[in-house]
Nanobody
Framework: QLQASGGGLVQAGGSLRLSCAASGRTISNYDMGWFRQAPGKEREFVAGIRWTGGSTVVADSVKGRFTISRDRAKNTVYLQMNSLKPEDTAVYYC????????????????WGQGTLVTVSS
């Protein structure tokens, strides 16, 4: 089971760090991704990281502001979000899969419950 946490209300320009912790299974061998879904919009890829931690992919919309990382020993994946904008407001989900970092949400096998990020202007 994946548990996302760290969301909240923040002013534009602020920062948040999301965490995705796994219980009951190890995610150390999973490629992990962060997705987000704003009201009335489709779920979109935000960032992904290979199981080794050696390769990451970040969506153009957040490049230079968001960083994904992982601590395999803690079985946890992080999303550091800086310079937040109102358009970053969404429910953020973490997800896991094997084989590669892909941007399509349908290719991920395991999902957390989501954490709400609200950015005020």
């Amino acid at each position: 089971q994946l548990q996302a946490s760290g969301g909240g209300l923040v002013q534009a320009g602020g920062s948040l760090r999301l965490s995705c912790a796994a219980s009951g299974r190890t995610i150390s061998n999973y490629d992990m991704g962060w997705f987000r879904q704003a009201p009335g919009k489709e779920r979109e890829f935000v960032a992904g990281i290979r199981w080794t931690g050696g390769s990451t992919v970040v969506a153009d919309s957040v490049k230079g502001r968001f960083t994904i990382s992982r601590d395999r020993a803690k079985n946890t994946v992080y999303l550091q979000m800086n310079s937040l904008k109102p358009e970053d407001t969404a429910v953020y989900y973490c997800a896991g899969r094997w084989g590669a970092i892909l941007t399509a949400s349908t290719t991920y096998d395991y999902w957390g419950q989501g954490t709400l990020v609200t950015v005020s202007s």
